[in-house]
């Protein structure tokens, strides 16, 4: 080819993983393209997916195995070097195997990640430490003796390890080995039978330990079917830190595993492997990150910190600081610079509270204009809210702890209500315009198909359209190839990509190019380095397959940044059903199974912006629409004829007095409240709305025999729980006044006139509501 290692001036490297939509190899990638960029690489993205899987949704992963076409290109001459995800694409694959696999590639320098594999170095995981950490914490902190185990599939090198790790820890705590506490998964989230075998199984079981995050989902899941909660009826934690950690309630305990530090380091090591022959670090490390779900409060991991009630120490303390509220990509010039900024920023704030202790003079704005300086629209992608707050807070309390005075006390507290507020404030821009942006990328991607459809069967307008698009999608340069005739591949298939494709259109860095018919022909070893192709800048591509079910009409290759990566998806699978129907429109042929199941995804996704659209974004239970939508269902239910039911009618008491004299954001700290007081009080058949400002509504079904008094007392109790725990630092009462209704479902029982009795009983009710502002309601006492 003519554009092969001897002749280019910049190192090519070819990365292959599994799936862009897992998240461990999505911040792999991540990685990687961070320091492709730092250091000028041409980096090749290809998810070819997973080798002979075996999925838990067999239906619609069919042809999955059509992405693994892509790895074909990886024996392009081309690349100076392959880093290979072998872990997660060989997950299912023994060890002969993904050698042979391997080997295919013939003499380009290989760096497998993960999998230590025979002949070819490795950029491995220290699985060993930070697991080590997580069972000696639940034996010699929380006593746990009947721990579960969650392994990872048998053929995958990390998965053996961690199991290892387990039995031996277990085995130097004087724990005999029960093999009746271990269960086999998949290291994705569909392992909730596995898991609901183990739970029955082993009722006893005080802890149990998943080998990854994704498969503690599903955990969470079967317990949540067998009423055992989480962190307080069974301990669980995970592996690798993965973002749904933070998602799930509660916060998943786990080891922090830095995928992207992962991704960063393998394509530096693939750089000197290339220029040395040998790699320079071959291993990262693992730690333990304690949450909530071990048994331990939110605020133990920042105990490592060791703050004093010293502005001194805490100053000294900065870095140390600084790097725990930016634990992502921490090998990137980006973090790093935001850590060096806020640990000035840290110190500046000790040195105000040092002056404030000596009742000297100071100018706050000082700290609030280095705020200023350091956040701006990226700022979060280095951090997350909940980890910014929580050390945010923990300063904030370790500084107060050295002001004796209650003017100076409000003098630090008035600059930290500040210093919240400016970066709350970012956070809901941020919020607002990923949002927009995401609702105008949904638009442009499913618009895609309907203008390619325009134009005639024949008519290569209609490329030009999707590249058209494509600019308009934050893709900078784009490349679509088709295969003329298509291609049709089946399972027991080998794969050649033909000796022949149209370069049918593109654009680079400007307007879509549409090539004339005599320039349309390219070969495959032209694929990277044909005329059109970036040569003078660097680049991180991604490959993608055009396929519906075994036809395959060709190749999407687009250069784009890593936060659109989740649009990818989408924007092929439009493309391939206008490919799709171009195809059935030239054979004139009826293929409708096939074009169903290229469409399928399509559907999935109207249904998920349907279900979002009844949902209220403050509190995340039903809006109006949503609300009497489920409430029909619900009960005109066939099954639930007869059934006795209630209807709640709930308001926040005193919302104006809360926002008036606290502030709206604790205005919506006590709508919250509500939802989840209300949740609490009802765990199942029941749904929950929002109605309008500070109305709440609930319909569930109830006990035979339960009276509305009952129900009201158990919300009540419900409520002086949440104003314990949540609410103990307010200075008011969360608390609601409700209206309970009882009735029996059937079909023509009528939504609106069981709101307007529950809403009836709820005002009679609120006559004798009391104050909700705590020292006045002390007073009153």
């Given at each position: 080819?003519?554009?092969?290692?001897?002749n280019r001036?910049?190192?090519r490297i070819g990365m292959?993983?599994?799936?862009?939509?897992?998240?461990?190899?999505?911040?792999?990638?991540?990685g990687?393209?961070?320091?492709a960029?730092?250091?000028?690489i041409?980096?090749?993205?290809?998810?070819?997916?997973y080798i002979?899987?075996?999925?838990?949704?067999?239906?619609?992963?069919?042809y999955?195995?059509?992405?693994?076409?892509?790895?074909?290109?990886a024996?392009?001459?081309g690349?100076?070097?392959?880093?290979?995800?072998?872990?997660t694409?060989?997950?299912?694959?023994d060890?002969?195997?993904r050698?042979?696999?391997?080997?295919?590639?013939g003499?380009?320098?290989?760096?497998?990640?993960?999998?230590q594999?025979?002949?070819?170095?490795c950029?491995?995981?220290?699985?060993?430490?930070?697991?080590r950490?997580?069972?000696?914490h639940?034996?010699e902190?929380?006593?746990?003796?009947k721990?579960g185990f969650v392994s990872?599939?048998?053929?995958?090198d990390d998965?053996?390890?961690?199991?290892d790790?387990y039995?031996?820890?277990?085995?130097?705590?004087?724990?005999?080995?029960?093999?009746n506490?271990?269960?086999?998964?998949?290291?994705?989230?569909?392992?909730?039978?596995?898991?609901g075998?183990?739970l029955?199984?082993c009722p006893d079981?005080d802890?149990?330990?998943?080998?990854?995050?994704?498969?503690?989902?599903?955990?969470y899941?079967a317990?949540?079917?067998?009423?055992?909660?989480p962190?307080k009826?069974?301990?669980?934690?995970?592996?690798?830190?993965?973002?749904a950690?933070t998602?799930l309630?509660?916060?998943?305990?786990?080891?922090?595993?830095?995928?992207?530090e992962?991704?960063?380091?393998?394509?530096?090591?693939?750089?000197?492997y290339?220029?040395d022959?040998?790699?320079?670090r071959?291993?990262?490390?693992?730690?333990?990150?304690?949450?909530?779900?071990?048994?331990?409060?939110n605020?133990?991991?920042?105990?490592?910190?060791?703050l004093e009630?010293d502005p001194m120490?805490?100053?000294?303390?900065?870095?140390?600081?600084?790097r725990?509220?930016?634990?992502?990509?921490?090998?990137s010039?980006?973090?790093?610079?935001?850590?060096?900024?806020?640990?000035?920023m840290i110190?500046e704030?000790?040195r105000?509270?040092?002056?404030?202790?000596?009742e000297?003079g100071?100018d706050?704005?000082v700290?609030f204009?280095?705020?200023?300086q350091?956040?701006d629209?990226?700022?979060f992608?280095?951090?997350?809210?909940e980890?910014?707050?929580?050390v945010?807070?923990?300063?904030?309390?370790?500084?107060a702890?050295?002001?004796?005075?209650?003017?100076?006390?409000?003098q630090l507290?008035?600059i930290?209500?500040r210093?919240?507020?400016?970066?709350?404030e970012?956070?809901?821009s941020?919020?607002?315009?990923?949002l927009?942006?995401?609702?105008?990328?949904?638009?442009?991607?499913?618009s895609?198909?309907?203008?390619?459809?325009?134009?005639?069967?024949?008519?290569?307008?209609?490329?030009?359209?999707?590249?058209?698009?494509?600019?308009?999608?934050?893709?900078?340069?784009?490349?679509?190839?088709?295969?003329?005739?298509q291609i049709?591949?089946t399972?027991h298939?080998?794969?050649?990509?033909?000796e022949?494709?149209m370069?049918?259109?593109?654009h680079?860095?400007?307007?879509?190019q549409?090539l004339?018919?005599?320039?349309?022909?390219i070969?495959?070893k032209?694929?990277?380095?044909?005329?059109?192709?970036?040569?003078?800048?660097r680049?991180?591509?991604?490959?993608?397959?055009?396929?519906?079910?075994e036809?395959?009409?060709?190749?999407?290759?687009?250069?784009?940044?890593?936060?659109?990566?989740?649009f990818?998806?989408?924007?092929?699978v439009q493309?391939c059903a206008?490919?799709?129907?171009?195809?059935?429109?030239?054979?004139q042929?009826k293929?409708?199974?096939?074009?169903?199941?290229s469409?399928?995804?399509?559907?999935?996704n109207?249904?998920?912006?349907?279900?979002?659209?009844?949902?209220?974004?403050l509190?995340c239970?039903?809006n109006?629409?949503?609300?009497?939508?489920?409430v029909?269902?619900?009960?005109?239910?066939?099954?639930?004829e007869?059934?006795?039911?209630?209807?709640i009618?709930?308001?926040?008491?005193?919302?104006?007095?809360?926002?008036?004299?606290?502030?709206?954001?604790?205005?919506d700290f006590?709508?919250?409240g509500i939802s989840k007081?209300?949740?609490?009080?009802?765990?199942?058949?029941e749904?929950?709305?929002?109605?309008?400002g500070?109305?709440?509504?609930?319909?569930?079904?109830?006990?035979?025999g339960?009276d509305?008094?009952?129900?009201?007392?158990?919300?009540?109790?419900?409520?002086?729980?949440?104003?314990?725990?949540d609410g103990?630092?307010?200075?008011?009462y969360?608390?609601?006044?409700?209206?309970v209704?009882p009735?029996?479902?059937g079909?023509t029982?009528e939504?609106?006139?069981?709101?307007?009795?529950?809403?009836?009983l709820?005002y009679a009710r609120?006559?004798?509501k009391?104050?909700i502002?705590?020292?006045?309601?002390?007073t009153?006492?």
């Amino acid at each position: 080819m003519s554009n092969g290692p001897n002749n280019r001036h910049r190192i090519r490297i070819g990365m292959l993983v599994s799936h862009l939509e897992d998240d461990f190899d999505d911040a792999v990638c991540e990685g990687a393209m961070i320091a492709a960029k730092q250091h000028d690489i041409d980096l090749v993205i290809l998810p070819g997916r997973y080798i002979d899987a075996v999925y838990a949704d067999k239906i619609r992963t069919e042809y999955e195995y059509q992405y693994n076409t892509l790895f074909e290109l990886a024996k392009d001459d081309g690349f100076d070097a392959l880093l290979v995800l072998i872990g997660t694409i060989g997950s299912h694959l023994d060890k002969d195997r993904r050698k042979a696999f391997l080997k295919q590639f013939g003499n380009v320098p290989i760096i497998t990640l993960t999998s230590q594999i025979e002949g070819y170095p490795c950029i491995s995981v220290d699985n060993r430490t930070g697991l080590r950490q997580v069972i000696e914490h639940l034996i010699e902190t929380h006593n746990c003796r009947k721990i579960g185990f969650v392994s990872g599939p048998v053929t995958s090198d990390d998965a053996i390890e961690r199991f290892d790790v387990y039995k031996q820890v277990i085995s130097e705590y004087g724990i005999e080995y029960d093999e009746n506490r271990v269960a086999y998964g998949n290291f994705s989230k569909y392992v909730v039978e596995e898991v609901g075998e183990l739970l029955d199984r082993c009722p006893d079981l005080d802890a149990i330990v998943f080998s990854n995050d994704q498969m503690a989902i599903g955990g969470y899941q079967a317990m949540e079917q067998r009423g055992i909660k989480p962190g307080k009826d069974i301990l669980v934690t995970g592996f690798d830190d993965d973002p749904a950690a933070t998602d799930l309630t509660p916060h998943l305990t786990t080891v922090a595993m830095d995928s992207t530090e992962l991704g960063y380091n393998a394509l530096i090591e693939a750089v000197n492997y290339i220029n040395d022959g040998e790699i320079q670090r071959d291993t990262l490390s693992s730690s333990m990150i304690v949450r909530n779900s071990c048994g331990c409060s939110n605020n133990t991991k920042l105990g490592i910190v060791g703050l004093e009630a010293d502005p001194m120490k805490i100053a000294g303390h900065a870095e140390e600081i600084s790097r725990m509220i930016f634990n992502r990509y921490r090998l990137s010039s980006g973090s790093q610079n935001y850590r060096r900024d806020f640990a000035a920023m840290i110190v500046e704030i000790a040195r105000c509270a040092d002056m404030i202790r000596q009742e000297k003079g100071y100018d706050p704005y000082v700290i609030f204009d280095m705020l200023e300086q350091i956040i701006d629209v990226h700022f979060f992608d280095y951090t997350d809210l909940e980890t910014l707050y929580s050390v945010m807070e923990y300063i904030h309390s370790s500084l107060a702890g050295c002001i004796d005075t209650q003017t100076g006390q409000f003098q630090l507290n008035s600059i930290f209500v500040r210093l919240y507020k400016m970066i709350s404030e970012l956070n809901d821009s941020v919020c607002h315009e990923k949002l927009s942006n995401n609702y105008f990328m949904t638009w442009q991607t499913n618009s895609m198909t309907k203008d390619m459809l325009i134009f005639d069967a024949y008519d290569d307008e209609a490329y030009r359209s999707v590249i058209d698009k494509l600019t308009m999608l934050h893709v900078k340069s784009s490349y679509l190839y088709v295969y003329e005739p298509q291609i049709v591949n089946t399972k027991h298939d080998v794969w050649k990509f033909p000796e022949k494709m149209m370069l049918k259109a593109y654009h680079n860095m400007c307007g879509p190019q549409l090539l004339p018919a005599d320039k349309q022909m390219i070969s495959p070893k032209e694929i990277f380095s044909n005329p059109y192709f970036p040569a003078d800048r660097r680049y991180t591509m991604v490959c993608m397959p055009l396929f519906t079910n075994e036809e395959h009409y060709g190749l999407l290759i687009c250069e784009l940044e890593h936060e659109y990566f989740s649009f990818l998806q989408s924007i092929t699978v439009q493309l391939c059903a206008a490919l799709k129907i171009i195809s059935l429109m030239k054979q004139q042929t009826k293929i409708q199974k096939q074009l169903q199941a290229s469409l399928i995804e399509i559907r999935e996704n109207n249904e998920l912006l349907g279900e979002l659209s009844k949902l209220d974004e403050l509190t995340c239970c039903y809006n109006r629409r949503g609300f009497f939508e489920e409430v029909r269902k619900l009960i005109r239910a066939e099954e639930n004829e007869g059934k006795a039911a209630v209807m709640i009618f709930a308001d926040l008491d005193s919302l104006k007095t809360i926002n008036d004299r606290f502030g709206h954001e604790d205005g919506d700290f006590a709508l919250r409240g509500i939802s989840k007081i209300l949740s609490a009080a009802f765990t199942n058949n029941e749904v929950i709305g929002r109605i309008g400002g500070d109305e709440f509504v609930v319909c569930a079904l109830a006990e035979e025999g339960t009276d509305a008094s009952a129900i009201r007392k158990h919300i009540e109790e419900m409520t002086e729980k949440f104003n314990m725990r949540d609410g103990s630092e307010k200075e008011y009462y969360v608390h609601p006044s409700v209206g309970v209704y009882p009735f029996r479902c059937g079909g023509t029982v009528e939504v609106g006139e069981l709101l307007s009795h529950a809403d009836a009983l709820l005002y009679a009710r609120k006559k004798n509501k009391r104050s909700i502002i705590k020292a006045e309601r002390d007073t009153q006492k």
